[in-house]
């Protein structure tokens, strides 16, 4: 089955503890993006990457960091994590039809 | 990148026809228009996307007007899974396919 794969779905973690929530999309698509979802914000864009070893800034990029050594996976990274970071993430990918397949999700509690 | 305006909330009941009309006024010549569907702390499905005219698929027709600066999504005989929010997005190819989002219009479907 076609999917992108995000890992863990829940995670409380305390301000300041480096944290990776992985990606992984079988597909063999070569853009992958974040995003995160916050009450009266809707989704914005984190990091996205258009294909292995290519990655670039979206709306909201500061506070984290990805990188794509391969093309199934897109981890991303808080080195330092904020409670201003809790929030709902998103992991996607696409090809260059179009269509992005989105992952079930990251909810994210930093204290 | 083309701004999109959408009603903020539908009612319907199920079996009706839903249809929601975006508007796109800015919208350039190589951009298309695509729709999500999202539930609640789930990520975004993709739905439909089309250039002009008319594209139907199993779930869902979308039709674009020949001036493009609107669409309009129709969901046939809508059922009380269908209550989600929806989402007009314009994708412009010069900015990479990017998904810029939107608040979406909130479709309550009642019983």
């Known amino acids: 089955e076609a999917q992108v794969t995000q890992n863990p779905r829940y995670l409380i973690t305390v301000t300041g503890k480096k944290l990776t929530v992985t990606c992984s999309q079988n597909m063999n698509h070569e853009y992958m993006s974040w995003y995160r979802q916050d009450p009266g914000l809707g989704l914005r864009q984190i990091y996205y990457s258009m294909n292995v070893e290519v990655t670039d800034k979206g709306d909201v990029p500061e506070g984290y960091k990805v990188s794509r050594k391969e093309k199934r996976n897109f981890p991303l990274i808080l080195e330092s994590p904020s409670p201003n970071q809790t929030s709902l993430y998103f992991c996607?990918?696409?090809?260059?039809?179009?269509?992005?397949?989105f992952g079930s999700g990251t909810r994210l509690t930093v204290v | 990148l083309a701004k999109t305006t959408q009603p903020i909330s539908m009612d319907s009941y199920e079996g009706q026809e839903v249809n929601i009309t975006c508007s796109h006024n800015n919208i350039a010549t190589n951009d298309y228009i695509t729709w999500y569907q999202q539930f609640p702390s789930q990520g975004p499905r993709f739905i439909i996307q089309g250039y002009k005219t008319k594209v139907t698929n199993e779930v869902a027709s979308l039709f674009i007007p020949a001036d493009r600066k609107s669409s309009t999504l129709s969901l046939p005989r809508v059922s009380l899974s269908d209550t989600a929010v929806y989402y007009c997005?314009?994708?412009?190819?010069?900015?990479?396919?990017?998904?810029?989002f939107g608040g979406g219009t909130r479709v309550l479907v009642k019983p």
């Open positions: 996607a990918s696409s090809s260059p039809e179009g269509g992005y397949t």
């Open positions: 997005l314009v994708v412009s190819e010069a900015a990479g396919n990017k998904l810029t």
